[in-house]
């Protein structure tokens, strides 16, 4: 356990280098100039020329890069181009504001989603099941942001129930806080639990139908003890990493979610500062949620280690 | 009724939906096992067999369904039973054992709260049954059941998981034991504690025993009665003994036939395989399901279906000729001994102090082997001995380390990649498993034209098939449309497309049935003594390697212990650990176990790697120094601290004259 | 991904093409001090629609994107942080919605020799919310602030040739006077919300106004965040007595058009403050919406490039202009709110605008014509743009189409489309064809100087006429109407009839707001925001 | 779990058994599918208009004769647009998908079958993608922006390629092991001869998963795509962006939305009960 995770966590910064040239490389081809961003079209070509080179614009590509990257590493992660404030606090910020909606959906989602797959897999191939895997590949196929526009309207719109924008007054108590991320959750909920369910849907059934699910049913135990003591560990396990996926997603994959219901989230500050080349906010929400995404994929695995006993104590314990 | 003791199953049927519509998988099946008696069932895979043992606990999978018939145990009509008549039932009365015990087990759980649970079942409270758990192991006859308890099946050997679901059967005190091939997959001598176990506990129960096998041998040493299956109905029935010796069904005694016995060859006992294959459910057509592959069939045969015919006081066969053969005695005519080992052919294959490593741990420690020229050499020992990775090696393929390999006297590099085209050509291999041996998105054609094209051979595609007894129709099958036996024998013809000196056989038998496997063997040794190349042979099964080697050689965690001519290995005096392997596969049950298995633990690389489990141990000597090399005689070595008339000998080998 | 982020950038520098300032800069370069006075204008305030009784209290929630820099009113140009500042800020002069002057922090201002000086009298009494007295030494800070190039200030250009550094000077506590580099009679628009960086701001001001935001405007910024939103809370030492009347304003950030307007729908926000009239106004009178508009000098300049084939032939240019269907234009883009335009710069809201020459109309005939005596067959070009005018591209493709010109559109985002360097690459000055959205602006000049003058700074199409040339000076020189009427006849004839810029619509300006909860927000040409008069209801 | 067997003489329910629910799915879902190719080819003799031509008379028609689906702010044809919609995804779908799928075979076979520092060098590559895909993905879209369907492609593909050669590297490695591998290095065939002969045929099941699972996800990556504004030219009848710049106008006219958004579902859905269908067909034993 320890070697994997040392193992694991060694690999991390290596990907990350590779990673943030990459973001830089792409950088570099996105058109325009943030001097340019910050002064207006109508500011003098002189007055933009000396933004440059106050920003340091004009030095090579490289030299900003490495200046950048070990600024990261010593955690001077330096201002904002465009916005001059400090980064760390933008994407802090930001982050926090998307960690808030992504735990909220997947707080939502496992409950949902597990119980589906549950009651799926222990039914199989009867009309429950039926029911549960059809509606979820259906929603799980629909883009979030063809129900995330259906909701808004019906609820927020039409309905007036909740409010149309995912954003957090500053003084919401919790229930209204609430009330602005439920819609954007749900939306991402009803994306999601699709694919969950199925994972969990097909460890049930494995379990339901494994030999010792069989056994136990033949030594006389009622078909509800033996979804209770034997079915269910052994069909949520496996299905961690399905939620470590959905997480993952969940957090890198808002973009869409964050404009239709305008919530300042990560995603969101991540686009905009390519599209206005401002690179330290762009490397550093690069890196941040790089950083999070491996972390999140490797809790993923640990807690899968830790919840299966064969992975955790070695399978070649003989 | 309710006085009745016992099982009694009356015209049981069981039907599956297919495609095609309801096809009976167990067909009008009648027999009894009275308390305390163990019933033997045998058959080859699709049978019936295992379809059988779950009808009787009403456990069938889904889209089976019991049509007809009665099962009752104890006097209990066990399919009237209401749902929760029939838990309560199962709770109470019926105990189950599967093959491979370990997917038996909650992977999650541990070991002790598995069997805790069961023993709540039966109503002790959560203290008694935790007090009672380590007694359960105990009686299984587990070490250490205190720390056993504590473990997760997966830290367990495949014997210990068995047992531990021995002991869950036990729990119950059940009236009705089913074990569905408890021990197939185990090693021979754990497989001979694991019977012996059971044995010793079926007169301590006193329930109706019915024990499912496809090996008719075992059958016979444990069972009191057997009754032989063939595509889904009884063909004969009686005391164990007596069918066995004599068969009265020609089905069983062709079964019979295609069985290795240790103490028979190739040179004296040539097998005989049974022609053509079971049918499928739903394929056998109105008359006997076996006439198709029965030497005996006539038109009777073919037209109507046998009945069950009482042939004497306590037989059963169902046979239209069951009155006229009465002598049909397996044991063909002691054929014209061959001469054995063909001398003047030199070495041809020498290993010297080669050592392979997995991880850590040497898996093939400092092993000297010999190969003659045009000799089989056998290879026996238990799963985990290293026996694979050691043919691997003289293959060329799987991890790399020292030691030396020669070949006609010129050493082989490590691995294949390095080797030349002459030397790949010389040593070719005939593996394990035959689902992943061939492409299986290949011809047969394709296959062998392949092998041949890289291999430089000369015989066609179509020529290789028909040495190896393949019907040419297959040549432009796929290779996963065939079945188990015809894959081997595409495999055996690839691997001699080449003309090679040495074929390295991989347990190249242990998948397939009985009467396949005997037709695999013959194909071996056929072309062995048709081509005079050199086989290494892999096997775990004693009897198999009896069959087909010249010479033997015994491995024991990662060592050669004994070396020799085969008679001479199997009639002993042998090494200690040769010996357990003979017994476990010719010793009666019951016997109190010479060579405990234990819990062995892997543990230093100091002294005789057998000494935790030897009988003969010289205590503070075998555990601490390396065994030395004797030899016995006749090119026979042995690794051990005792001399030569310390060795142990096999008590008289059937067939040895 | 793209057009979100585009319509990000674009929503934010909605107001880009607002810069009045560098225009007045070349204004006043041109009109050579003629010594109109218009000082001493005591006009009032023109929000006079108001209820006689005014309810005080509540707070006006304001849709918006977000800034895309930080919000600084020395270089700020989008008109997010325009209005952010402007409700804690105040001008000298504010810029009503019909253009006139209206007095602010000066009460009155004059020029004693025909333009080359200039006095503004401070109003009395007016503090800054931290306490601090306005006086002229503040004021001449602020214009010095703007003056010097280290703070690249966007109306340092609008002030090059007219103020210098140093031309400023404190006559006494409540009167600054400005020395002009030459006299220049519109100079009171340079110092008035026109010229959006011109804001009164405390001498210490260090470039961190959303931190220390200290004006002498109607609201007080009480938190700023750049994803966000700002709060703001009623200045309680605003010097009208008795205004504003809200508690305060608070402006939520909508990165995106859509959600900004599904805002105001669902009740999330009572009003905008870019509101635009393709989107807004067919949902007048839907749910609670209300909808204030007003006539605007504004347009989207289809500019063609008359140094380049096939824009080079001024038949085909026409061919472009007689492809139009103007009302339909009006119709798709500003939902029939703007005014026809006929490809020349007077908007008929400027009182020279010449008034004899024929509105050009949709006439495909005449377009097959032209084609064929310029010689092409098939007509078929590129047409860049940025975002915000992509609905008029659209329309223009779907038109061109219909009488055989087949138009491609190349989208690019805005930083792309206004990157690059304005002497050599810039798409928007550059490409064969493009468009570009101009603001509303207070007189022709604005338009004419920086636009169509031979070399001119953003002459995109490559114009170069001398006969315009001329009249453009003149027009500028002019002291009498009917001078100006004449001069402007020329240039207008000129630019209908070699057509380097197409101007089909003059704009029209809304602002949508909850018409239920709150009375007196409204709309203005360059989408100020002057909250002071409204009210809840 | 098993279904117990009732009373004797009884047989049970049958269950239909998986093929049976296959069928149907493929049945619908290739139809729905094969609907919409055939549009996506021949919308221009179906679609009643120009799907961009403007009709400043009728903005915001609703349903009825004349524009059976409505108009849109510029008074497009709904209907029109619709149907024109489904080329745009039906070109870059089917495009990434393929070359995804080409791309991520490639890699994944020559990483499983060389193993060693290959395929070290690859993971780690590979890892560095599929890691970051979103931000990649961003990232790239705003660099390649104005070269629109291409990036679309591009960027799709990209991101499939990362997890078709982990899919593929995956059965590779099993497939390498397999004795019928070692059959072949043991008559000294070389190694692209083993990758090529041996272990493709047997990973096409993985590769053709694996491209029937991305089509869908290229669909519904297309449309999102599209929804955010990078893809066609503007003004082109994509459904994605025509749900974007329509949400506004739900509230009055709500058929410009939810006809684009109902193509997207049933194209996607669709997709999603083929590939399924096919999938468990294929993992079928």
Redesign the interface.
């Given at each position: 356990m320890r070697r994997f995770l040392l193992r694991r966590l060694a690999a991390i910064p290596l990907t990350l280098v590779a990673v943030s040239a990459l973001v830089f490389a792409a950088t570099e081809l996105i058109p325009g100039d943030v001097a340019r961003a910050i002064l207006g079209r109508e500011a003098s070509e002189s007055a933009v020329r000396a933004l440059r080179v106050q920003l340091g614009l004009d030095r090579p590509a490289a030299t900003r890069y490495v200046d950048w990257l070990g600024g990261f590493v010593t955690g001077r992660w330096g201002d904002s181009y465009t916005l001059k404030v400090p980064v760390r606090d933008l994407v802090l910020d930001r982050l926090g504001a998307s960690l808030l909606l992504a735990l909220l959906a997947f707080v939502l989602l496992v409950p949902v989603a597990v119980t589906l797959g549950l009651v799926a897999g222990i039914n199989h191939d009867r009309p429950a099941d039926r029911v549960i895997s059809v509606t979820g590949l259906t929603f799980g196929a629909t883009p979030e942001f063809v129900t995330g526009v259906i909701l808004l309207v019906v609820f927020s719109v039409k309905l007036r129930w909740l409010p149309a924008s995912a954003q957090i007054p500053p003084d919401a108590s919790p229930v209204e806080a609430l009330n602005h991320l439920l819609l954007p959750a749900l939306s991402l909920v009803i994306l999601c639990t699709g694919y969950v369910a199925r994972h969990v849907r097909a460890s049930t059934v494995t379990a339901v139908e494994s030999a010792y699910a069989r056994a136990a049913e033949l030594r006389g135990f009622t078909r509800a003890q033996v979804v209770r003591r034997h079915v269910l560990r052994n069909a949520t396990v496996p299905a961690t990493s399905a939620l470590g996926v959905q997480l993952q997603f969940l957090l890198g994959g808002l973009v869409a979610v964050e404009l239709l219901f305008n919530y300042p989230g990560i995603g969101a500050l991540l686009l905009q500062s390519a599209i206005d080349k401002d690179l330290p906010t762009l490397q550093t929400t690069a890196m941040v949620l790089g950083i999070l995404y491996m972390l999140v994929v490797l809790g993923a695995d640990v807690v899968y280690r830790v919840l299966d006993p064969r992975v955790r104590l070695g399978v070649a314990a003989r | 009724m309710s006085g009745e003791r016992g099982l009694r199953v009356d015209g049981l049927t069981v039907a599956y939906e297919t495609a095609r519509g309801p096809v009976e998988a167990v067909s009008d099946v009648s027999f009894e096992v009275a308390a305390g008696e163990t019933y033997g069932l045998v058959g080859e895979s699709g049978c019936g067999k295992t379809t059988l043992g779950r009808a009787l606990g009403r456990h069938l999978p889904r889209g089976g369904a019991i049509t007809g018939g009665r099962v009752s145990v104890d006097g209990t009509d066990v399919l009237a039973l209401a749902p929760a008549e029939l838990r309560r039932w199962r709770a109470s009365s019926l105990a189950v054992v599967h093959q491979e015990a370990g997917s038996a087990l909650d992977p999650t759980m541990r070991i002790g709260a598995q069997l805790a649970e069961v023993l709540r079942l039966q109503g002790r409270t959560r203290r008694e049954a935790r007090m009672q758990v380590p007694r359960l192991l105990d009686r299984v006859r587990l070490p250490d059941p205190e720390a056993i308890a504590r473990r997760y099946p997966h830290q367990l050997s495949g014997g210990q998981q068995q047992r531990v679901v021995i002991a869950q059967a036990l729990a119950a005190r059940p009236r009705l034991l089913v074990l569905d091939e408890p021990t197939t997959g185990l090693d021979a001598t754990v497989q001979h504690e694991i019977l012996g176990l059971i044995w010793a506990l079926r007169a301590e129960l006193g329930a109706a025993v019915v024990f499912i096998s496809h090996d008719l041998a075992l059958v016979g040493r444990l069972c009191d009665r057997v009754g032989v299956l063939y595509a889904g109905r009884l063909i004969e029935e009686g005391p164990a003994g007596e069918v066995l010796a004599t068969p009265r069904h020609p089905y069983t005694s062709a079964l019979l036939a295609s069985a290795p016995q240790l103490g028979r060859t190739r040179r004296t006992h040539p097998l005989a395989a049974i022609p053509g294959r079971p049918p499928a459910p739903g394929e056998a057509g109105t008359g006997c399901a076996f006439a198709p592959r029965c030497t005996y069939a006539d038109d009777t045969c073919r037209a109507g279906l046998p009945p069950l015919d009482m042939v004497s006081g306590r037989r059963t066969v169902r046979c239209h000729h069951a009155a006229n053969l009465i002598d049909l005695s397996h044991d063909g005519p002691a054929a014209r001994a061959e001469p054995t080992a063909v001398d003047g052919g030199g070495r041809l294959l020498e290993i010297q102090g080669l050592t392979r490593h997995y991880g850590g741990t040497p898996v093939v420690d400092d092993v000297d082997l010999t190969i003659n020229r045009g000799e089989v050499l056998g290879l026996v020992g238990e799963s985990g001995s290293g026996k694979t990775t050691l043919a691997r090696a003289v293959a060329g393929l799987g991890p790399q380390g020292s030691g030396v390999i020669r070949l006609d006297g010129r050493e082989l590099a490590a691995g294949v990649g390095r080797r030349d085209a002459r030397i790949r050509r010389a040593v070719q291999m005939v593996f394990q498993n035959p689902d992943a041996s061939l492409n299986p998105s290949h011809t047969v054609r394709t296959v062998l034209a392949r092998a041949r094209r890289s291999l430089r051979g000369t015989l066609a595609p179509g020529e290789l098939a028909a040495r190896a007894d393949l019907d040419a129709y297959l040549l432009d099958s796929r290779t996963d449309r065939l079945s188990g036996g015809q894959k081997q024998r595409v495999a055996i013809a690839r691997a001699f497309a080449g003309d090679p000196e040495l074929v390295v056989c991989d347990e190249p038998v242990s998948a397939l049935d009985v009467s396949v496997q005997a037709g695999v063997l013959r194909l071996l040794a056929d072309q062995q003594r048709r081509t005079r190349t050199s086989y290494l042979f892999i096997s775990h099964d004693l009897a198999v390697v009896g069959y087909l080697a010249d010479r033997i050689a015994v491995m024991y965690r990662g060592q050669i212990v004994e070396q020799g001519p085969a008679d001479d290995v199997l009639a002993g005096p042998h090494h200690p650990y040769t010996a357990s392997l003979v017994e476990a596969s010719l010793a009666p049950l019951g016997k109190a176990d010479a060579y405990a298995v234990g819990d062995v633990t892997a543990k230093d690389a100091v002294g005789c790697r057998f000494a935790a489990r030897c009988p003969l141990r010289v205590d503070g000597l075998c555990e601490n120094e390396d065994p030395p090399l004797i030899t016995l005689a006749n090119d026979h070595t042995v690794r051990c601290h005792l001399d030569a008339t310390g060795l142990p000998e096999a008590t008289a080998l059937e067939g040895e004259t | 991904m793209d057009m979100h982020s585009q319509n990000l950038l674009d929503r934010r520098r909605f107001l880009a093409g607002s810069g009045v300032a560098g225009l007045l800069a070349l204004v006043a370069a041109c009109s050579g001090g003629a010594g109109t006075s218009t000082g001493a204008s005591s006009q009032q305030s023109a929000t006079g629609s108001l209820p006689a009784t005014s309810k005080r209290g509540g707070t006006l929630r304001a849709g918006s994107p977000p800034p895309p820099t930080a919000v600084d009113p020395i270089t700020m140009y989008d008109g997010t942080a325009i209005a952010i500042v402007q409700l804690v800020a105040d001008y000298l002069i504010w810029l009503d919605k019909d253009f006139t002057l209206v007095p602010r922090l000066a009460e009155r201002w004059e020029t004693p020799d025909g333009g080359k000086t200039w006095s503004f009298a401070l109003r009395h009494g007016v503090v800054f919310s931290d306490g601090t007295p306005l006086d002229a030494e503040t004021v001449k800070a602020s214009f010095d602030r703007l003056l010097d190039p280290d703070n690249k200030s966007a109306a340092l250009s609008a002030f090059d040739t007219v103020l210098a550094k140093g031309g400023v000077a404190v006559k006494d506590p409540s009167t600054v006077v400005f020395t002009l580099e030459r006299a220049f009679s519109d100079f009171p628009y340079l110092v008035s919300a026109g010229n959006y960086n011109t804001l009164i701001l405390k001498k210490d001001y260090a470039g961190d106004f959303t931190k220390k935001p200290i004006g002498t405007g109607p609201f007080l910024l009480q938190s700023y965040d750049p994803s966000k939103g700002a709060t703001l809370v009623r200045n309680p030492k605003y010097w009208e007595q008795g205004k504003p009347y809200l508690d305060g304003v608070e402006i939520k950030f909508y990165a995106d058009d859509q959600a900004d307007l599904l805002a105001l729908q669902g009740g999330d926000v009572d009003t905008q403050i870019l509101s635009r009239p393709a989107l807004v106004s067919p949902l007048k009178g839907a749910g609670d919406i209300a909808i204030d508009q007003v006539k605007s000098t504004g347009f989207i300049a289809l500019t063609l490039r008359t140094d380049q084939a096939p824009f080079d032939r001024k038949e085909v240019r026409q061919a472009v202009a007689y492809a139009l269907d103007r009302p339909g234009v009006n119709a798709t883009t500003y939902d029939g709110i703007g005014a026809l335009g006929n490809d020349h710069l007077f908007a008929a809201l400027f009182p020279a605008a010449p008034t004899d020459l024929p509105q050009r109309a949709k006439d495909p005939a005449k377009v097959a014509a032209l084609l064929a005596a310029a010689g092409v067959s098939k007509l078929s070009f590129p047409l860049t743009f940025d975002p915000p005018s992509k609905d008029y591209a659209l329309t223009v493709q779907s038109q061109l189409k219909e009488v055989g010109i087949e138009v491609t559109l190349d989208q690019r985002t805005s930083a792309d489309f206004y990157g690059g360097d304005q002497e050599k690459d810039t798409p928007w000055l550059f490409t064969k064809a493009n468009l570009v959205g101009w603001a509303g602006r207070a007189v022709p000049s604005q338009f004419i100087i920086p636009m169509v003058k031979s070399k001119a700074v953003w002459n995109g199409s490559k114009y170069a006429n001398p006969a315009l040339d001329a009249a453009a000076t003149a027009y500028d020189a002019a002291t009498t109407d009917a001078d100006r009427k004449a001069q402007a006849e020329i240039i207008a004839k000129a630019l209908n009839d070699d057509v380097p810029v197409i101007i089909s619509v003059w704009s029209g300006n809304v602002r949508a707001y909850n018409g239920k909860k709150f009375t007196g927000v409204q709309a203005h040409p360059a989408s100020y925001v002057d909250f002071t008069s409204v009210s809840a209801l | 779990?098993?279904?117990?067997?009732?009373?004797?003489?009884?047989?049970?329910r049958?269950?239909?058994?998986?093929?049976g629910?296959s069928r149907v799915a493929l049945a619908v879902g290739g139809t729905l599918i094969l609907a919409w190719a055939v549009i996506a080819l021949f919308w221009p003799h179906l679609a009643p208009y120009?799907p961009?031509?403007?009709d400043?008379?009728h903005?915001?028609a609703p349903p009825g004769p004349g524009h059976w689906l409505g108009t849109d702010?510029?008074?497009r044809d709904t209907l029109s647009r619709m149907l024109a919609g489904a080329r745009p995804v039906l070109q870059v779908a089917p495009l990434a998908t393929a070359l995804g799928t080409l791309a991520g075979t490639v890699v994944g076979l020559v990483a499983g079958t060389f193993g060693g520092l290959v395929d070290e060098v690859v993971m780690?590559?590979l890892?560095?993608?599929v890691?970051?895909?979103?931000?990649?993905?961003?990232?790239?879209?705003?660099?390649?922006?104005?070269r629109s369907v291409t990036a679309v492609v591009l960027v799709i593909a990209a991101s499939f390629t990362t997890i078709v050669a982990r899919s593929v590297r995956a059965a590779t490695l099993v497939e390498r092991e397999?004795?019928?591998?070692?059959?072949?290095?043991?008559?000294?065939?070389r190694s692209w001869s083993l990758m090529l002969?041996?272990i493709l045929?047997?990973v096409?099941t993985t590769v053709l998963v694996e491209a029937t699972s991305r089509f869908?996800d290229a669909i519904?990556a297309a449309?999102?795509?599209s929804?955010?504004?990078?893809?066609q030219?503007?003004?082109s009848p994509e459904w994605?962006?025509s749900?974007?710049?329509n949400?506004?106008?739900?509230?009055?006219a709500?058929w410009t939305?939810l006809a684009p958004?109902l193509a997207?579902?049933s194209l996607?859905?669709a997709?999603?009960?083929v590939a399924?269908a096919l999938r468990s067909r294929w993992e079928a034993p």
């Open positions: - | - | - | 779990m098993t279904t117990s067997v009732i009373a004797k003489g009884i047989v049970p049958i269950s239909r058994g998986v093929g629910r120009d961009v031509h403007q400043p008379l903005r915001f702010q510029f008074g780690r590559v890892d560095a993608i890691v970051f895909p979103t931000i990649i993905a961003a990232v790239l879209f705003v660099a390649l922006s104005g397999k004795a019928y591998v070692e059959a072949a290095r043991l008559r000294g065939e002969r041996e045929p047997n096409t869908g519904f449309a999102t795509l929804f955010l504004g990078l893809g030219p503007p003004g994605g962006a749900v974007s710049d949400r506004t106008w739900l509230q009055i709500p939305v958004a997207i579902a996607v859905v997709t999603a009960l399924d």
